[in-house]
């Protein structure tokens, strides 16, 4: 459905050139929902913009729902939905009004345009809102209807430029249950960008990591965090003159990678955490040594993009 190969983009700025997105490479089937993961300027929405047909690649193709980007992009925009991080409705129409002007502009015949409009008010529970001004939404409800716009043509792909950013985490969660329900009853092709890492780790199938212009890690979050970061298992000894030899035993696991002793305290990171903490147990049992407490810790994103850059995401974006 998507697909770009050595895909660039670069602005001519006072200070010189930036080299916003260098060499993009990538996939995204159909019904497949991905985020776009990276600090602030790693060319996220560089790229959206390029795929969207917003902003012509330096270098390098890209192909949506079967179209050039370059040579056609009427034909892409015929097949995709773009909601931009900027609110798409003019804050003094209707929002109902402001749905059918788009389905409109989408040359939509006027009966189709009111169909599909309260098709949308009704998905994306804006109907007793249908006649307020757009002004007048909370921030929840303008994203809803900004994606209402995107969807006014029912698009097979939806573009998603920071969907939920600046709102409290129940218009978050009450968007993503739209989202969701939405994809599930269409079977639509989701891309996104996104700051929150909880949102790409639990809403996308497969997670996308850019950073300076460049992607470097493209897989499911389960393998990301897995193959990337690892479990880290914790366990405290009893004794602390035992704790060099619990932490010997430690090394010695299966898939062990790093392994440190503070104290009484040692923890190891390794692939799977839940399945070889038994056999640590039994190790230590075995060896006279008696653990006080043992647990798991699983990865997060921001684990996976520490791994990879040495930096964190949440201080990256700041
Ligand atoms: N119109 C422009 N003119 C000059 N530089 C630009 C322009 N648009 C983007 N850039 C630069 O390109 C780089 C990538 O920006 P982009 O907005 O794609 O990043 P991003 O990953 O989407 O960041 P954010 O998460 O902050 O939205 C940045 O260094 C940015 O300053």
Redesign the pocket.
């Known amino acids: 459905m998507i697909h770009a190969r050595d895909l660039t983009r670069t602005?001519k700025?006072k200070g010189g050139t930036?080299e916003?997105v260098r060499g993009l490479n990538l996939d995204v089937a159909e019904g497949e929902m991905v985020a776009f993961l990276?600090?602030?300027?790693?060319?996220?929405?560089?790229?959206l913009r390029m795929l969207t047909t917003l902003l012509p690649p330096s270098s390098g193709s890209a192909r949506v729902g079967g179209f050039d980007v370059v040579s056609d992009p009427a034909g892409v925009r015929r097949r995709i939905g773009y909601v931009g991080q900027g609110t798409g409705s003019g804050p003094y129409h209707r929002v109902r009004d402001e749905l059918v002007t788009q389905g409109r502009a989408q040359k939509m015949s006027p009966s189709d345009a009111r169909k599909r409009a309260d098709e949308l008010l009704g998905m994306l529970e804006l109907e007793g809102l249908a006649d307020r001004d757009c002004a007048s939404l909370s921030g929840g409800q303008k994203r809803r209807l900004d994606v209402a716009l995107g969807l006014m043509h029912t698009p097979p792909i939806l573009f998603l430029d920071?969907p939920s950013t600046g709102l409290d985490p129940h218009s978050r969660a009450n968007l993503w249950d739209h989202i969701t329900r939405i994809r599930k009853a269409s079977g639509m092709t989701i891309f996104l960008?996104t700051?929150y890492l909880d949102e790409a780790d639990t809403m996308a199938e497969r997670v996308m990591v850019?950073d300076n212009?460049m992607m470097i890690a493209d897989d499911t979050p389960a393998r990301l965090k897995a193959d990337l970061a690892g479990d880290t298992i914790h366990v405290s000894v009893l004794c602390a003159d035992q704790a060099a030899s619990a932490a010997e035993l430690a090394r010695n696991l299966p898939d062990a990678r790093e392994t440190l002793l503070d104290g009484r305290d040692i923890s190891v990171t390794l692939r799977d955490g839940e399945a070889v903490l038994p056999e640590f147990v039994r190790r230590l049992h075995q060896a006279g040594i008696e653990a006080i407490s043992a647990r798991v810790v699983r990865p997060t994103l921001d684990d996976v993009f520490l791994g990879l850059t040495g930096r964190s995401l949440r201080e990256a974006a700041g």
């Open positions: 602005f700025t930036v916003a990276g600090p602030n300027g790693a060319g996220k929405s560089t790229s920071e960008t700051h850019m212009g």
